[in-house]
């Protein structure tokens, strides 16, 4: 049963590739890197255990009946509405979010960016498979890679199993928070603090609780589930309500 995955894996790449190609015959220079990322992972991880990754981390459809349903949604929804939540205070037009949008700093994501041109209805549906490849990426390397290279670790230093894994999810998660605080620290640095600490502790906490999940199930879909809702839900709602506009975070053009 994971050969489906692979196939699904596989046609959100081609879909990723079909849409940097277009984005580069309209001048756009962007070059996506997810594809190449995943596959290099998957055959590094291939190489190095001598089995199929995915199998590793407990990516076969026979795991999927295994996971915390209930616990899955709840974390979904809280998550969901604590992010409209600080969008709309983030957002609001008195905000100095609004100079920096103006500027063209900050973007509401590489997915959004890439179909931005596209009519709503084909964005939302070239979404589905872009932000698929794009959580998994993320989920194989901070709840996988990351959270398997802790437990390694911390393992040297003769730790109760039960502390190899606490302080393996912290680390995995401290780090998946710095890489959303990092792009927003930049761009806030001097004008606004709590948009940069939002930015480090929401996606922390989601990662410990993602962690944790996966634990219940012994595979990475839980957190891999929960992550897609998100962002896709995410990107819906940016395309439905029109707050991302091209002209919002393209730079404009000097004299204009």
Partial sequence: ???????SLGLSLIVRIFVARSSRKGND????VIPFIVVFMLALIGVIGLEDPLR???LSLSQVPKCPWKATFFVWVI??????LANFV???PTSVIQEVLAKG????GGVYLS???YPKLTGLVLGLPMVYSQTFMEEFIFRGLIVS???WFYGLFAMSPSLVSIFSIISSAILFGITHFIPAFRCFRGKNIIIPLYAFVMPMLLGIAFSVLNQTSYSLWPGWIIHFGLNYAGFVWNKASGVWELKNFRKKPKGG
Avoid at 79 to 84: I, P
């Fill in 1 to 7: 049963m994971i050969i489906p995955v692979y196939i």
């Fill in 29 to 32: 220079n962007n070059i996506d």
């Fill in 56 to 58: 590793i981390y407990g």
């Fill in 79 to 84: 998550a969901f509405f604590m992010g409209r």
């Fill in 90 to 92: 983030v957002l609001y």
């Fill in 105 to 108: 700093d900050i973007n509401p």
């Fill in 115 to 117: 179909l931005a041109s």
């Fill in 149 to 151: 290279f802790g437990n």
